[in-house]
């Protein structure tokens, strides 16, 4: 069954290539929403079910998304490149019962005998993590932001949203964190980096949520220069981690007053936290100190044991705000949450002396060299100080005397010969010898999910069987 809802004249106020407008008018937000919860209730959806959310960035979507909710129903979201087949376990997965999707997404859900709703007008554009959240937890982590004295509080912002809606950086930091405030929503329902320029540029855009491919491309693209993108006043990268060389690229082109970079995951319904950075002290490579209720610990991944500030080991944290379980996956819960309440994140790093949290990795990327740690991330924001390199990964090859070794993904700058040999001297003049990129191979484009993070699993697909 699929049926139509909403009058698209209503609520969207854009070119059909454009941006869409979120007006600040709490008023028609909240009617549309009990319009949707009233026709949601008629269909029969109740405490408990679950309603999955297939699409792209829309106005439609924070509507949705408050209309289930507020009918003590639970939604779960899903990436619109995500095959059928994906689709289909999450939706078995999660006993949804309803489906939200728009026109040119339905073919994705024909085969699930739900019934299914198309949302009119909207803009088309590996299996996620599935973790059980409850109302609670969200509402946790949006009044950390609207009572922490460390984020932007005013009320008149102007926030542009290019981050996927269906990912809890979206969800819950942008768009639940900022409607609530009565801020300004500009969304974009697929991304495009000039679109993104002339958006800040026509709607004064003030806050800009970013993720790590967007934060590099404003560092190295020339088209940012013939843009004003004077209105900035914050900048924060999130999702997965940025080199600070990047960060600094960043200021010294636009001078943006607060520019940082956060830190948290899914399992914490978002941030954890996110770094303070004063005029006069800059540190961007770190994220932070906790965020308000959060609690953390950094131990050896091997015994467990808790290690002393600056020492690095697996981050574990503990908070209101952690999630209570992943959806009928007790093993892979047990795993991850401790008789303590302590969330064992998968991530490598350490606090300082200041209780500043700094990431390095994660601990399954690691690269083992001769028995050595290498972090894939290190080398990755050390090619990006180069001038002739857009963007990098760094991958593990198995090594039969070394067990494995770096090996680099380099995309280079438009015009430029740099060849494998200028990139492996590179970085063996600036680090330890167990960290040298044994091999390079140029590639037109990194991949990387819709959250900024990169697939290193279709890198690895590609090695060669030998250097």
Known sequence: MATSCFDPNSFIYSSPRGPI????????????????????????????????ILSPNSVYFPVLFFAVISLGAVVTTVNPLCTPGEILKQIKDSKSKLVFTVPELAGKVENTALPVIYIDDCEP????????????????????????????QETDLTFLCIIPMFHVFG???????????????????????????????????????????IMIALAKQDAVLRYDLSSVIEMVSGAAPVGKETLEEVYQRLKVPDLRQGYGMTETTGIVSVAILKTDKKNYATVGPLVSGMEAVVVDPSSGRRLPPNKQGELWVRGPNIMQSYLNNPEATALTLDGDGWLHTGDLGYIDDEGNLYIMDRLKELIKYKGLQVAPAELEALLLTHSEIVDAAVVPLPDNDAGEVPLAYVVRASGSSLSEQDVIRFVAAQVAPYKKVRGVKFIEAIPKSSAGKILRRELTQKLPSKL
């Open 21 to 52: 407008h979120i007006p600040p008018d709490p008023d028609m937000f909240h009617n549309h929403i009990r319009s949707v919860a009233r026709g949601l209730s008629s269909l029969g959806v109740r405490q408990h079910d679950v309603v999955l």
């Open 125 to 152: 554009k590996s299996n996620p993590d599935f973790n059980q959240e409850r109302h609670l937890k969200l509402l946790s982590e949006v009044i950390k932001m609207n009572f922490d004295p460390d984020f932007h």
């Open 171 to 213: 969800l819950s930091i942008v768009v639940y964190g900022q409607l609530l405030r009565g801020n300004t929503l500009i969304t974009m329902p697929k991304f495009d980096f000039t679109l993104m320029l002339e958006s800040i540029q026509k709607y004064r855009i003030t806050n800009l949520p970013l993720v790590p491919p």
